[in-house]
């Protein structure tokens, strides 16, 4: 009996994972219904507030030659650009042309859309990217170290430095960070190379080392918190009191039965929390004067220029639409608690 239990259990796993296959597929689509109008209204809300900015684009565009132009000028160049129509009009015209790949031109740059985002984009994500994967590693550390010993003076020590690094905005770390390591130390205290010069691996990795570090700061509270209640729960399981009556040791329980429980909600918790990870980095960007979307997004939004603008805000939206989207269906794939999500 045994046996023909076993192997009817065995017969049905493929179902089960077809089943919770198409449940994830299911989630997918549903996030995909929300997150498309939810980006198309935000890019649209971007247009609206960026046509009642206090700036005048056209001066802006203009620069130097504002001042000597005539009005039958301006006018004339107004209306080439645009810049006459109605805020909605420009949206409109915008996302007729984003549907068929065309994101327009970027005013400020003189070049596409698109090219200004490709050449930007990477050092975003590879600054974000990193960031993230550093401040993972050492929010397990800590957050291992101080849930095995709740209380002790290791636990105090790691809530303490999470406290800390919540209450300090980014950017006054990063001012802090460039006064004693950038200042003190002669690190790189901004840019991807040293004196405009083109970037090389070596030089882009030590550039790295302070905004990379200070992002993973910044991203350590909620990670380290987040991860240390998960870790507590699973410590507290009837697998855990299993494994210690069959006599494993702390190390191999740790291994073996709480950090595969507990890195399965934490892992939805990065996916939910990837909003505060792009803002962080612009932040972090606008620090470090690094070349990535920070600098080209606070120009566009000063000059407004529109297309740019709206990619970036597009871009940024689908990426944290994605990113929960997807940490969901992971979850819902990995952990068979879990039904819907």
């Known amino acids: 009996m045994g046996s023909t239990a076993m192997s009817r259990r065995t017969a049905e796993l493929p179902a089960r994972r077809r089943?919770?296959?198409?449940?994830?597929?299911?989630?997918?689509?549903?996030?995909?219904?929300v997150g498309v109008p939810a980006t198309a209204g935000i890019?649209?809300?971007?247009?609206?507030?960026?046509?009642?900015?206090?700036?005048?684009p056209l001066a802006l565009y203009m620069g130097s030659h504002y001042e000597h132009a005539t009005e039958a000028q301006r006018d004339s160049l107004a209306r080439e650009l645009g810049l006459n129509d109605a805020w909605y009009a420009i949206w409109g015209r915008w996302v007729r042309g984003a549907l068929h790949g065309d994101w327009g031109?970027?005013?400020?740059?003189?070049?596409?859309?698109?090219?200004?985002?490709?050449?930007?984009?990477?050092?975003?994500?590879?600054?974000?990217?990193?960031?993230?994967l550093v401040?993972?590693?050492l929010s397990v550390v800590l957050a291992v170290g101080a849930a095995r010993r709740p209380g002790s003076p290791v636990d105090a020590a790691a809530l303490g430095l999470v406290h800390v690094a919540q209450a300090i905005p980014p950017f006054v770390l990063g001012l802090v960070a460039i006064a004693v390591f950038a200042i003190g130390l002669g690190l790189p205290a901004g840019?991807?190379?040293a004196g405009g010069a083109d970037p090389t691996p070596a030089g882009l990795a030590l550039h790295l080392v302070?905004?990379?570090?200070?992002?993973?700061?910044?991203?350590?509270?909620?990670?380290?918190?987040?991860?240390?209640?998960?870790v507590l729960e699973a410590l507290e399981g009837d697998a855990v009191l299993a494994a210690r009556g069959r006599g494993l040791g702390d190390s191999a329980i740790m291994r073996s039965h709480v950090l595969p429980v507990a890195l399965l909600p934490f892992m939805t918790v990065v996916g939910s929390r990837l909003g505060e990870l792009v803002t962080g980095a612009l932040l972090i960007e606008a620090v470090f004067s690094w070349p990535g979307l920070a600098s080209a997004t606070v120009a566009a939004a000063t000059a407004g220029d529109f297309p740019l603008l709206a990619a970036v805000t597009?871009?940024?939206?689908?990426?944290?639409?994605?990113?929960?989207?997807?940490?969901?269906?992971?979850?819902?794939?990995?952990?068979?608690?879990?039904?819907?999500?």
């Open 191 to 193: 840019g991807a190379a």
């Open 43 to 56: 890019t649209a809300a971007v247009f609206w507030l960026a046509s009642l900015a206090p700036f005048n």
């Open 135 to 137: 401040a993972i590693a």
């Open 210 to 230: 302070l905004p990379v570090a200070v992002m993973a700061v910044t991203l350590l509270p909620w990670l380290v918190l987040n991860l240390r209640a998960s």
């Open 314 to 341: 597009a871009l940024t939206c689908a990426a944290v639409f994605a990113g929960s989207a997807l940490a969901d269906a992971c979850y819902l794939l990995l952990d068979p608690r879990v039904n819907d999500v």
């Open 19 to 33: 089943s919770r296959a198409r449940e994830a597929c299911t989630l997918l689509g549903r996030r995909a219904l």
């Open 105 to 132: 031109v970027s005013r400020i740059y003189g070049q596409p859309v698109a090219q200004v985002v490709s050449e930007r984009l990477p050092f975003t994500v590879l600054l974000a990217g990193l960031g993230l």
